[in-house]
């Protein structure tokens, strides 16, 4: 398959860098699940959709808007009392879309689009729509014109995108785009085993993490990404060496499993206020992490399995090639766009978000496999992957927990090489 790492478009007459894998797919199903999440709308989107000819329907138009709970200078359409969106019709459709009225942050679902600061604009689709990774769905490089589309108004409404390269070693922008370049090369290169790459760059972002190379980052040039291919190539079978011999102690198979809760905690924000419900969690995170307890008491969504079956999940079961092309949907989707790191919701340094991106791999293969295990197939499919990939996605979109400390102290730990190699052990399926 030829994959296409960058595109560039002319939008009208102004050249746009987007970066984006392109072979992300998505079809609306007509589901209805995002007419129920908080669209935030702004003053002027309301008085303009309260002139459009509208049919009413049971809401009178002066309750068609309240103002947003989270923030108040902007507003939401109201909900009907089963939870779904005022403007939405009896077939299911939205009366909005019909006309062509929708509110910008309505066009712009399922697609995640970032304005970055030194121009660059980068989109994915995020898998928590149903119709994301759709087989029979438009592939998002025939979608240049919707991505440029809403890039440019989001410019005006939202702060651009930006990201050192860690908190310690904040290089500019720039310097970073070089740098990833290199890490992107390397984690494409299909001709090499998925297991090697993920092992190859947590090798490589620990040697940028030592204070003896931060130049490396600093002065980074366009040779960056050939230089980072070559050392991979020639240090091929020592890293491969490296790799077979790491075995993940309890310690740190204890840390996997916390890992796991972390991603795949559902948390509601009014109920997390809670102190019962916090303690009620952190039981439940305990339980799991100690090898019992239940996944699904942490996210209802999650596989119904304790923490040593979630381990033993993976050892077994192989994957499919369609519940593959989901993964790399997922992965790449992440990688290319840059998403994992700078965006307004993640606020992560590049450094924690590719650690963060390396070691989202292994928890999905698990939670794909114990999707898998619990409706007792054979092997993993495209219903598992897609079941664990919309879970990580959330976690993607707006999980509080990366910010804390404690989960950055987490997430160094296990994607330390040794460590690392040794959680990439557990999992048989990682190829
Ligand atoms: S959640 Fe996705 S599939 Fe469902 S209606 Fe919205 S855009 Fe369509």
Redesign the pocket.
């Known amino acids: 398959m030829k994959t296409i790492h960058k595109s560039e478009m002319k939008n009208k007459g102004a050249n746009h860098i987007i970066d984006f894998y392109p072979r992300q797919r998505?079809?609306?199903?007509?589901?209805?699940?995002?007419?129920r999440l908080e669209i935030k709308i702004t003053p002027d989107e309301v008085n303009r959709l309260k002139k459009t000819m509208l049919p009413s329907g049971q809401y009178p138009p002066a309750e068609w808007f309240i103002t947003a709970p989270s923030q108040p200078s902007l507003f939401i359409a109201a909900k009907r009392e089963n939870g779904e969106c005022v403007f939405r019709d009896d077939s299911g459709g939205c009366v909005l879309h019909e006309l062509n009225a929708k509110p910008l942050i309505c066009r712009v679902?399922?697609l995640h689009v970032v304005n970055w600061e030194d121009g660059h604009c980068s989109a994915d689709l995020r898998f928590?729509?149903?119709?994301?990774g759709d087989a029979s769905g438009v592939l998002l490089e025939h979608q240049p014109e919707i991505i440029t589309g809403i890039a440019v108004p989001l410019k005006e409404r939202l702060a651009l995108g930006n990201t050192g390269y860690s908190d310690k070693n904040p290089a500019a922008l720039t310097a970073v785009y070089r740098v990833h370049a290199g890490y992107r090369a390397i984690l494409h290169d299909e001709t090499i085993p998925l297991k090697l790459r993920l092992y190859t760059l947590s090798r490589i972002i620990d040697f940028h993490a030592d204070k003896d190379n931060y130049n490396a980052i600093r002065a980074a040039d366009a040779g960056f990404a050939a230089d980072a291919m070559d050392f991979t190539r020639k240090a091929a079978s020592t890293l491969s060496t490296e790799l077979s011999k790491g075995i993940a102690s309890l310690r740190e198979i204890i840390d996997f499993r916390i890992l796991i809760t972390v991603y795949l905690r559902n948390d509601d924000p009014l109920t997390a206020r809670s102190l019962w419900r916090r303690l009620k969690i952190l039981c439940a995170h305990s339980m799991f992490a100690a090898g019992g307890g239940n996944l699904s008491r942490i996210n209802p969504h999650s596989p119904d399995t304790n923490g040593r079956q979630c381990l033993a999940a993976p050892g077994k079961l192989q994957m499919n090639e369609a519940a593959k092309e989901i993964f790399q949907q997922f992965l790449y989707g992440k990688l290319d766009s840059m998403h994992f790191c700078g965006s307004m919701v993640n606020g992560l340094s590049y450094e924690m978000g590719m650690r963060h991106l390396l070691l989202s791999v292994p928890v999905t293969f698990t939670v794909a496999a114990a999707f898998a295990r619990t409706s007792k197939r054979t092997v993993i499919g495209v219903d598992e992957m897609l079941a664990a990939v919309r879970l990580l996605d959330l976690t993607f979109g707006r999980s509080p927990f990366l910010q804390l400390k404690l989960t950055g102290k987490l997430l160094v730990r296990l994607s330390r090489p040794a460590t690392f190699a040794g959680i990439l052990n557990l999992i048989s399926s990682i190829k």
Not at 26 to 35: A, D, L, N, Q, Y
Not at 128 to 132: S, T
């Open positions: 998505f079809s609306c199903r007509r589901c209805g699940f995002c007419c679902f399922p928590i729509c149903p119709g994301v």
